[in-house]
């Protein structure tokens, strides 16, 4: 089986959501197989969630967006993987990102910029979406790829929404959809390197 983690921090319960969905659409991958680690609210994980990183095909990240940037406790957690780091432990695994904020840009990417920075500090192979754009007058926020997310799944939950509010539709749709894409590699690369 291929093993997907989806390491991420939620704040408010909205990014939680989304990885939720990255979880469902990793899971529609056969002979995968999915387990999610919700960094804690004093960015810390315990031994078993750290095995559980070393043993993966695939780990995609995820944080909402604060002040431009991931939130403290995924920094800490980031900050604590040199010691895989150094023994080259998450060397050629498969890497992708999310993130959500309340506003349309709100500069997740450069929360996603960051997550692709890490993962090249651990010797990562990064997988965008994939999806085109829902630009054109018809479009909103119930379309993938509404908001135009090429090097990771980016979601919008305004900040008077609660989580069953927010992300929408749209948003949660690409998330499932890039959860599969990132599974469906880490299953190819994987039976490639058993031929």
Do not use: C
């Not at 990240?61 to 998450?90: H, I, L, R």
Request: aromatic share 10%.
């Amino acid at each position: 089986m291929t093993k997907i983690a989806i390491l991420y921090f939620s704040g408010y319960g909205h990014t939680a959501k989304q990885a939720e969905a990255v979880k469902e659409g990793a899971a529609r991958v056969n002979s995968a197989t999915v387990t999610d680690i919700q960094i804690s609210e004093n960015g810390e994980l315990n031994d078993a969630e750290w095995d559980v990183l070393k043993d993966a095909d695939a780990i995609i990240y995820g944080s909402p967006t604060y002040m431009g940037g991931p939130a403290w406790q995924f920094k800490k957690v980031a900050d604590a993987s040199s010691k895989p780091w150094y023994a080259s432990v998450w060397k050629d695994k498969i890497a992708g990102g999310f993130t959500n904020s309340a506003s349309v840009n709100g500069d997740k990417g450069s929360t996603i910029n960051y997550f692709f920075t890490l993962s090249q500090q651990h010797g990562q192979i990064w997988v965008g979406t994939g999806l085109l754009p829902s630009n054109q007058k018809q479009h909103g926020p119930d379309d993938v790829n509404w908001t135009a997310g090429f090097a990771g799944a980016l979601a919008i939950s305004p900040s008077d929404a609660s989580p069953e509010e927010g992300p929408r539709s749209g948003d949660l749709e690409t998330a499932r959809l890039y959860g599969e894409r990132i599974a469906q590699y880490a299953v190819k690369t994987r039976q490639a390197l058993a031929a």
